[in-house]
């Protein structure tokens, strides 16, 4: 039995965060039940704090672990950890020297403590698991963006307007118990799936660089060479990178668009919302359109400026100005579609996230990709704006 015990708390201990969290935690929740709870209720008498104030502190403490677990021992949210990693025999799918990053038997042994310290029954028990998974799906999002890795980053957020359409506020409903609790099951294989694959692409990348031997020079990096001859460079994040994800990132825009307007924009209508506030939904997809016109035209003018495109009778320059075409098909999209769309009967939410999805896809996956234009466009290479330099005392 004291095998078993000590074996239990070196695996706990483990997982844990420092000893000054835990000290916090438990100061702080001490305080509030020995001196603004038990006394009282043990009496007879309404406490000075409700149950939320406790079942508060919980989810607090679950949802910070939650975000421990995942930025503490993933390497790529740990720079040094992941530099100190890659000259280490260390290979995926290997155990990583820091500790386990995917979900054990030890997580569930803290967050039931948080969740039994927590006085009460039904959902106030269950909120700081219910936390702590999103905390940990929020990590794990974060450690999909850095690595690249699609699958865990669009699928978090495809759950995260399920819940939108599941009615948060309506969490201590009880036929909502079974929606969240599926949810959260969908969460948590997610991570698993999306920390395993977030991890292998790290080794890869890892690998390459290794075989590649790359120490002073990385493709893209402007710091080695120079104005002019850095713009020229091949980037590894453009073109089919970008296209790639193109797809995935326009449903998972128009979704969540549906299911937030589903939720906060019930009756919603666009053509109520042009007669009251005029063209307002068209912002986001102007906004899209700036952002791949800078995306495109930023440090790389038109070879003649307007005024000599008056004198020399050139008002269009084909091979430059077609990088405004999908600008403005993003802006007709925006001002056509979610009106035509509604006037076929489409729902509120339909009628604005299929239009958005279609300009996120178009932003990312018109031709011509940044590539080609960065090194076949008839443009001007402008030098980029020098940086201030930040002068300190020595």
Not at 129 to 142: D, E, G, I, P
Not at 296 to 308: A, D, F, K, Q
């Amino acid at each position: 039995m004291n095998a078993l015990r000590r074996k239990l708390l070196h695996g706990v201990r483990e997982v844990l965060p420092h000893d000054h969290y835990l000290a916090l935690f438990a100061t702080a929740y001490a305080a509030v039940w020995g001196f603004l709870y038990l006394p009282y209720t043990s009496r007879g008498y309404q406490p000075l704090v409700p149950v939320e104030y406790l079942c508060g502190l919980s989810c607090i403490a679950a949802a910070g672990y939650g975000l421990y677990r995942v930025s503490y021992f993933h390497p790529a949210l740990r720079p040094s950890y992941a530099a100190w990693l890659a000259h280490t025999p260390w290979r995926f799918p290997q155990t990583l020297p820091n500790g386990p990053l995917l979900l054990m038997w030890k997580d569930a042994v803290l967050v039931t403590v948080l969740a039994a310290v927590v006085p009460g029954q039904g959902w106030y028990r269950a909120a700081p698991a219910l936390a702590f998974v999103a905390a940990y799906s929020l990590a794990t999002m974060l450690a999909a963006l850095r690595c690249r890795e699609p699958v865990g980053f669009f699928g978090l957020l495809v759950l995260v307007g399920v819940v939108l359409l599941c009615d948060p506020f309506g969490l201590y409903r009880p036929q909502s118990i079974p929606v969240f609790a599926a949810v959260a099951g969908a969460a948590c294989a997610l991570d698993a799936v999306s920390l395993r694959l977030s991890l292998m692409r790290l080794a890869n990348q890892q690998a390459q660089q290794a075989t590649l031997d790359i120490e002073t020079y990385t493709p893209g990096d402007p710091t080695g060479i120079g104005w002019p001859l850095a713009p020229l460079l091949i980037e590894k994040t453009a073109g089919v990178t970008r296209r790639r994800y193109a797809m995935p990132a326009a449903a998972t825009v128009a979704w969540l668009t549906f299911c937030t307007c589903s939720m906060f924009f019930r009756g919603g209508s666009i053509d109520r919302m042009i007669r009251g506030d005029g063209y307002v939904y068209a912002w986001p997809f102007l906004f899209v359109a700036m952002y791949r016109t800078g995306w495109y035209c930023s440090n790389y003018p038109s070879p003649i400026s307007l005024v000599g495109r008056i004198a020399t009778r050139r008002l269009i320059i084909p091979r430059y100005d077609a990088v405004f075409l999908a600008p403005l098909a993003i802006v007709a999209v925006g001002l056509v579609l979610p009106w035509q769309l509604e006037n076929l009967g489409a729902p509120f939410g339909l009628a604005f996230g299929l239009p958005l999805g279609l300009a996120v896809w178009i932003a990312l996956a018109a031709p011509p990709t940044l590539q080609d234009w960065r090194l076949t466009g008839a443009h001007r290479i402008a030098r980029p704006p020098k940086k201030r330099k930040s002068f300190k005392l020595e």
